[in-house]
């Protein structure tokens, strides 16, 4: 159908521009979200092997830059991470 009608539908860059909108959500805001994404939870971590987390594919030098990138709005609607290259 997309073939057809002369559209490219590019799902990976779909799917990263959505991940990273809803990371710099998450980092803007305060609340229980942020608080699991910064690890702050309490108690006895699980056994095994770490996950990968969303924002492992995002973080170019450091959480904190992150961070800091994702206050600014109007940047952070025209960056591209590394992985979306």
């Known amino acids: 159908m997309l ?5 490219n539908r590019k799902l990976i860059e779909t799917v990263m521009d959505r991940k990273k909108n809803w ?13 699991i994404t910064e690890a702050r939870m309490t108690g006895k971590r699980g056994r095994g ?3 990968i987390g ?3 594919e995002l ?4 959480y904190v830059e992150l961070k800091r990138k ?9 960056w591209k991470p590394w992985t979306c290259h």
């Open 3 to 7: 073939r057809m009608t002369g559209q």
């Open 23 to 35: 990371i710099g959500h998450v980092l803007r805001g305060d609340g229980f979200m942020l608080e």
């Open 49 to 51: 092997r770490k996950r």
């Open 54 to 56: 969303m924002l492992d």
């Open 59 to 62: 973080i170019e030098e450091s």
């Open 70 to 78: 994702a206050q600014d709005r109007q940047f952070w609607r025209i």
